[in-house]
């Protein structure tokens, strides 16, 4: 029932509903912190570098959105600082595993979470060790797959190593596709996981400053995957919001379409950028 869903997405961008979710969910996480500032799959279990690295990338999505403010809100800053911390120490570890030829954890997304947060927290004496990982990430750069471009992309900017990330940006541009339409795609990613990776992919070119060109025609090609099928899951679908309502507004408006029944000509509802009418 498509009334029943605008209903719905309504209710769930409510302000007063957003920030009430949020503030329970940013409690729950609190509560969840361990001492070391890391999190545990389940309360009660050790600490798991990897979902301490998926919460830490999920707050560092939410704070380069402008969502959080952790310099006006005291309990966000003090969770966020611990769990950089946290993120800091195991890149260390792992660093000197390295070193003494050890196999270790993986740091690829230890240091993709840090990475967001470099400009608040800087690395300092971890530098090196951030350094070290970033640059096994940079080797055979253009023999990566399109999302590990993405995510290599968006930690080399946030470090400052400004030029490396947009030859990394021109190469994603030299295999994006253009539809008739005008929308911009790209074919490697996977069905069910296209509306995502579009979502992400506008949140990086917007990142970077990118011509709003090629923003705008990301965001109508997100829109136009509306005329026949949902966006996804929960998570696919909230990004997908957040990187049409992020930014300008120029798809925000449709030509007025009007169809003549019996003589009478009537205005057609329709959804803003989509070049979809309800009759």
């Given amino acids: 029932n498509q009334s029943l ?12 509903n957003l920030n009430y979710n949020l503030e329970s969910a940013l409690m729950k996480l609190q509560e969840l912190q361990k001492s070391n500032g890391g999190f545990s799959w389940i309360d009660g279990m050790p600490t798991s570098t990897y979902i301490s690295a998926q919460i830490a990338a999920g707050l560092g999505q939410l704070l380069e959105a402008g969502i959080i403010t952790p310099d006006k809100e005291y309990a966000i800053k003090n969770l966020i600082k611990n769990l950089v911390k946290y993120l800091d120490d195991e890149i260390e570890i792992n660093y000197q595993k390295a070193l003494n030829k050890k196999t270790g954890f993986s740091a690829h997304g230890l240091v993709s979470a840090r990475a967001y947060f470099i400009e608040s927290y800087p690395l300092k004496e971890k530098q090196q060790a951030f350094d070290y990982f970033l640059n096994k990430m940079t080797e055979k750069k253009h023999q990566k797959s399109l999302s590990q471009k993405m995510g290599l992309a968006r930690i080399l900017w946030y470090n400052g190593r400004f030029e490396e990330a947009n ?8 295999i994006s596709l253009t539809d008739e339409n005008g929308g911009i795609y790209w074919r490697d990613f996977q069905r069910y996981e296209s509306v995502r990776k579009q979502a992400e992919m506008i949140s990086l070119f917007s990142l970077v400053k990118a011509d709003d060109k090629w923003i705008e025609g990301m965001k109508l090609w997100l829109l136009q995957q509306k005329r026949a099928n949902d966006w996804g899951d929960n998570k696919a679908t909230a990004q997908a919001c957040f990187a049409m309502l992020n930014g300008s507004a120029a798809l925000s408006n449709s030509p007025k379409v009007y169809l003549t029944i019996n003589g009478e000509e009537q205005l ?10 309800k009759i």
């Fill in 268 to 277: 057609i509802d329709g959804n803003a950028g989509t070049g979809y009418f």
């Fill in 167 to 174: 030859e990394l940006m021109d190469a994603l541009k030299d």
């Fill in 5 to 16: 869903r605008k209903r719905e997405i309504a209710r769930l961008f409510d302000e007063n």
